[in-house]
């Protein structure tokens, strides 16, 4: 499967964002998918997963309450809606998979996913 990540661009803090991240090759139905973030500097950083068939969501911690994973597998298709972004979320935002017969709680390691995006950049201003 090829992953093609958009929507990131420079934004205000407070504001919102939806990035997507469109599949080809193969149905996002045969895997679980992710979003990660990374800093330049830092380690690759989970933000959130999503199961095969769009009905299971795992978030982060500190993700929690302003991020939304969703899927949709007619435009083979996810998504990552980010709500009253911060400084903070400046990054490189890159969507993950791997086969849908892994185990879904295995989602956190980002070596877990074989398949990868290039990323798309979301800037946040004050």
């Known amino acids: 499967v090829q992953l093609v990540e958009s929507g990131g661009e420079l934004v205000q803090a407070g504001g919102s964002l939806r990035l997507s991240c469109l599949a080809s090759g193969h149905t996002i139905r045969l895997y679980h998918m992710a979003w990660f973030r990374q800093v330049p500097g830092k380690e690759r950083e989970f933000v959130a997963a999503i199961n095969w068939s769009g009905t299971t969501t795992h978030y982060a911690d500190a993700m929690k309450g302003r991020f939304t994973i969703s899927s949709d597998n007619a435009k083979n298709t996810l998504y990552l809606q980010i709500n009253s972004l911060s400084i903070d979320d400046t990054a490189v935002y890159h969507c993950?998979?791997?086969?849908?017969?892994?185990?879904?709680?295995?989602?956190?390691?980002?070596?877990?996913?074989?398949?990868w995006g290039q990323g798309t950049q979301v800037i946040v201003s004050s």
């Open positions: 993950a998979a791997r086969e849908n017969d892994r185990p879904w709680n295995s989602y956190l390691p980002p070596e877990n996913y074989p398949y």
